[in-house]
Structures are given as structure tokens and as C-alpha cells.
């Protein structure tokens, strides 16, 4: 089962799998890969994709083509999975069989041959737009799920301290702006809706009958669909346009293929933009503060 194990994929998550209980989860793999596949039925069908946590392999049940995805078992791997199965296959990639002790999700296949980022980029944001729309379901009754207004909480009570840790990049006005912007939202009504906390462009794919685009991935809150605004901009890397205008026509075109109202959609982006920028500026991102840098100048350009 070695040769499932997509080259590059230890040296990749190197730098994540630093304790022991990481150590002993990669180092067998292989063992978990050849139980899991024979305890589900399933026969490898293709090569191996690997991401950041873990290992996507294609296989077959029958005639039904599906994907089995390892990750180690963490809380949030357990998380994720009760969020596939509460989306229920609703602009989300959906689950048929999960093993939270070892690891693995069984999932419908995508066409993975295509990706959201290999569109135009007004059909990129409109797209993903409409998917927001889509994933903004009622969650299930007693669900744990982080909620996005604590976001906006924690983020106002630190916002301060946080930008002097980091030599104050975001000037006074600013700072101000985004307070402006936390208080905005915190005094609002919050939809209290199924939230996909990750989603960007590169994990959205098609059906593969052609059908709908549909996410992979997902890190579930609960609360406000508009949270996810900011990501849609500054995920398109260097498609983000130089002209503020511009900036601001992508962010107005999200919220109204979404449904949002557009002061609802520019808060957000202040707030996410800023907590982005700051966590970034603090373990040693580079483009990705300066891409919020810009989308937070730019929304506030009038």
C-alpha cells in the first residue's frame, strides 16, 4: 500500500506531523489504507491526490465511483465529518461511510480534473457566491459547531493588542473602521446558519456529471454565510485585480450572487480581513497579509 502514498506527501505534511501520535499515525498509513479499502469493499481506482492533512484515494464500489480520504483523527477530523453528513450532500461533497478512529472518509467523487480557479474570475466569484447561498442550511438541533460571532468578539476585544504585536501595520483610521464595522455586526441579527469557514476556489470542483460546482473540505461554523465574503477575494492569489474599484465590484458582485446585503458583506470583510492579516503578519505570511492589506484599503476607498 506504499504506492498509494502520493511522493512528496511526508515531506509536505513534515512540518505538521511533529508529535508522536503524528509520527505513529503516517508511519501507518499504509496498514490503514489496506484494512480500511477491504473492510469497505472498495478496489483502487486511479492515483492518489494529497493535500495539506491528508491523502485522497479514488476507488470503486462496484460501479460506483468514490474517493476515500485519510486524515489523522483528530477532533476537528470528527467535525468535519458530522458536518458532511448535516450538509447531506447540499453544495458540499457528500460522505457515505466514515471511520473516525482511523481516520477515513468515504466520499462521492468529483472532477477533479477541474477546479473553480480555472474559470474566468467574474464566474469564479459568481459561482462561488451561489455556493455560499447553497451551503447556508439550517445546522442540526445541539450542534457544537464554532460560531463566526465570536470571531468578531475576540477580534474586537484584541484587535489592539494583537496589531502591537505585530508593529502596528494597520494605522489608527483603520483600526477604527474595523471596529466600527465589529459593532456593525455584533448588533445585527445573526442568520445562525451552516457556515463553510474554508472555502476557496481550489476546493470547489464539479459533479461528475457535469453538474453543480461542490466543496471539499470544509471547516464547519455556524452563524453568518457572509463570513466566508473576505476569503473569495483574497484565495484568487495574484488574479486579485491592482484597482480598488475593482476590488470593490468582485466583493459587490459576491454579495449580490449571494444574497447579501452589501454593508453586511464589507463588515465582514473588515473584520476578516483584518484578523487574516494580523494572524499572517504573526507566523510569517507574506503575500497573504498584504493581499487583506489591500481588499481593507480598498473597501474603505470611497
Known sequence: M??????????????QYVDESSRTWFEDLPETIEAVLAD??????????FGAEG???????????????FQQATPEFAQQAQA???????????????????GALLLERLDASLHL???????????????????AVEPV????????????????????ERNEAVARPIDEST??????????????????LMVNADLHHEQVMPRMDGGEWTAVDPRPMVGDPAHQCPQLLWS???????????????LALVAAHAGFEPERARSWTLVRGADYWLWGLANGLTWDPERCRRIIAAVLER
Not at 485522497?56 to 462496484?62: E, K, L, T
Request: aromatic share 4%; net charge negative; with cysteine.
Open 175 to 192: 483600526v477604527a473602521a474595523i471596529r466600527r464595522a465589529c459593532d456593525w455586526l455584533l448588533e445585527g441579527d445573526d442568520p445562525g
Open 236 to 250: 484568487l492569489e495574484d488574479r486579485l485585480p491592482t484597482d480598488s474599484s475593482e476590488i470593490r465590484q468582485n
Open 117 to 135: 480557479t480555472d474559470e474566468p474570475i467574474e464566474v469564479a466569484l459568481a459561482e462561488a457566491a451561489a455556493l455560499l447561498r447553497r451551503e
Open 2 to 15: 506504499n504506492d498509494l502514498i502520493p511522493d512528496g506527501f511526508g515531506e509536505h505534511v513534515r512540518w
Open 55 to 69: 491523502i485522497a484515494v479514488p476507488v470503486r464500489r462496484g460501479d460506483e465511483a468514490l474517493v476515500v480520504k
Open 40 to 49: 469497505w469493499g472498495l478496489v483502487v481506482d486511479g492515483s492518489s491526490r
Open 141 to 160: 438541533a445541539g450542534h457544537r459547531y464554532p460560531l463566526t460571532r465570536d470571531l468578531v468578539t475576540d477580534l474586537s476585544r484584541e484587535l489592539d
Open 84 to 102: 458532511l453528513d448535516d450538509w447531506d450532500g447540499r453544495g458540499m461533497v457528500r460522505l457515505h461511510e466514515a471511520d473516525l478512529v482511523r
